[in-house]
């Protein structure tokens, strides 16, 4: 068996396994957004009207989304730092990162109407 002194950084198994496992998480988050974000825009649809459930559907949806966005960026980092460090992974992480930030970014603003860095209008 291999001591912490003796692995190569492409023999970080616990890291692969914790990002693959990340990545599930992330898939289980927007899975269950997209379910609940249906049957809350259903119900506000039946209680109130048809265009409050789809505001609330937006709102639900986009917050399971970015939290998703999230964990697969973090899943990502941990996966392009560990295991394959090399100068074309790190810039295809931050192509990616670049690209969630700007889906993350049209999310807040199609489910709040406004851009992340604008003050909350009362």
Excluded: Y
Excluded at 81 to 108: D, I, K, M
């Amino acid at each position: 068996m291999l001591g912490v002194e003796e692995l190569t950084v492409g023999d970080w198994k616990i890291a692969r396994d914790i990002s693959e496992w990340i990545e599930i998480v992330a898939i289980v988050v927007i899975s269950l957004s997209v379910v609940i974000s249906i049957v809350l825009s259903v119900r506000a649809a039946v209680k109130t009207s048809a265009s409050e459930g789809q505001r609330i559907f937006k709102q639900e949806i986009a917050r399971g989304l970015l939290i998703g966005l999230d964990l697969l960026i973090a899943a990502d980092i941990i996966r392009t730092v560990t295991l394959e460090p090399t100068l074309e992974n790190v810039a295809a992480l931050g192509l990616l990162v670049v690209v969630r930030t700007f889906l993350s970014w049209s999310l807040q603003l199609e489910a709040e109407g406004r851009w992340p860095w604008q003050a909350v209008s009362e």
